[in-house]
């Protein structure tokens, strides 16, 4: 039943009212649409405080773990009164708390096969505030099942992406990350680290890209990957296209909980004497360095195209042509196998070759000055 807006909700929601593209229509479209957030953490945080100062009616928050002082650079939906509390609970106080109008429901626990597909199902769109790709692939299967929208982000270090999947049956999270990568492509937080201001400045944008999809106004990020730099304070909208041989997904699935393992194995060695031998007959292909960049200022291969450490690769796959050769390096040949795998089960059908040995044996076989570590 459509619910109408009160007095102390036409006073509340003035700004928008008197906003074109909003208005009394648009706002009371908000107070009947529903939506669920994965994860209340970095992300979850600052999407779920403007969710709920938006005006939507109701508001699921789903995580199954406590609040830890080491949240609270980035948390800002908790405080150190609510250490040790669940995440879901801490939440939820403080959404009511901004505004008593909207309904929070909480679902204490880890989402997974069993209750993906019920809970997905009780929401209009979904938001993605996780921090590993196996729910990301779950949520992304369950919203294909059940026709509903989600919108994706991810967080690392410095840099931040959105996009939104499944929209109106459009692009979805396979075509532009065919399959999920091994785990040593996977940092978390904890690992890698986060600026704590860049899940506030993402989290707000996967905000804004529900409140148009519910409204109907702009264009919202289907079919494009939103990357956001902090230190440049740049950004860029990167386009995918339909992932043509994709198999529509019709059940979840183990694939849809675990990454994928390191079996499946592509060919394709290059010795350095062999890459120079190679280019002096005109061969012209991409070459990328997946090293660090403390790494790259000891030595690098002149030629270099691109450098992109190897965790990033998942999230920045857009950047690496699919119309080239490729050859891949590192310091050993280690990491540069585990991109040129990961490519391969990825869907790339380009010819990637892996520099055997790295920079280690180009500098014993190819040229000497270029400093081994």
Known sequence: MREELSNSELERYARH??????????QQRLK??????????????????????AGFGQIGIMDDDKVDVSNLQ??????????????VESAKRRLL?????????????????????DLVGQFDIIVDGTDNFQTRYLINDACEILNKTWIFASIHQFEGQVSVFNLSSGLNYRDLFPKPPPLEFAPNCAEAGVLGIL??????????EAIKIILD???????KLFVFNALSMTSRILKFEANKSRELVSELSLESEYCISKSSMSSGDITPAEYINRINDDWN??????????????????????RIVHTEIPNRIQEIPSDRDIVIYCRSGVRSAAVQR????????????NLKGGILKWSDTVDSSVIKY
């Open 74 to 87: 980035r948390q800002v939906i908790h405080s150190n009164a609510n250490l040790g509390e669940p995440k």
């Open 32 to 53: 009947n649409s529903s939506i669920l957030v994965v994860g209340a953490g970095g992300l979850g945080s600052p999407c779920l405080l403007y969710l709920a100062a």
């Open 285 to 306: 292909p991409f070459l990328l360095d997946v090293r660090r960049e403390d790494e790259e200022s000891i030595s690098r291969i002149e030629g270099t195209s691109l």
């Open 217 to 223: 106004i702009g264009t919202p990020l289907s079919g």
């Open 342 to 353: 990961f490519l391969f089960e990825a869907g790339r059908t380009n010819t990637i070759l």
């Open 97 to 117: 708390d901004l505004n008593p109008d909207i309904s929070v429901k909480i679902f204490n626990t880890r989402l997974n096969i069993e209750n993906a597909l």
């Open 17 to 26: 009212l008197s906003l074109p593209g909003v208005g009394l229509e648009g």
């Open 199 to 208: 899940p506030g400045i993402i989290g707000s944008i996967q905000a804004t």
